[in-house]
Nanobody, 122 residues
Framework: QVQLVESGGGLVQAGGSLRLSCTVS????????MGWFRQGPGNEREFVAS????????DYADSVKGRFTISQSDAKNTVYLQMNSLRSEDPAVYYC???????????????WGQGTQVSVSA
């Protein structure tokens, strides 16, 4: 069973930065693409960013382009989300995800992490 464990959430002032990490217990065909989604109160879970196994396909939601950067370790067992210039619309529970293909649809995700809270103060 693949397990995803996130860390790095917290409270930051608007304009500040946070880095989220997600460690995956094993890479399989169902973890070809690793990524991040987020879900704010009363909102549906939405795509944030993803990176494929080789790192040559990286996708971002329009709302985070230019501010967030997704990357992975050389061993490909940890995925990072560097979040800069955080805004009032960014607070949410951020979930690490693993899927068999590169997709922005939550329905395509095979595994989810437990989620980590990101809060932004004015």
């Amino acid at each position: 069973q693949v397990q995803l464990v996130e860390s790095g959430g917290g409270l930051v002032q608007a304009g500040g930065s946070l880095r989220l990490s997600c460690t995956v217990s094993q890479r399989t065909a169902h973890t070809y693409s690793m990524g991040w989604f987020r879900q704010g109160p009363g909102n549906e879970r939405e795509f944030v960013a993803s990176i494929n196994w080789s790192g040559d396909r990286i996708d971002y939601a329009d709302s985070v382009k230019g501010r967030f950067t997704i990357s992975q370790s050389d061993a490909k067992n940890t995925v990072y989300l560097q979040m800069n210039s955080l805004r009032s619309e960014d607070p949410a529970v951020y979930y690490c995800s693993a899927a068999a293909l590169s997709s922005q649809a939550p329905s395509q995700v095979a595994y989810w992490g437990q989620g980590t809270q990101v809060s932004v103060s004015a």
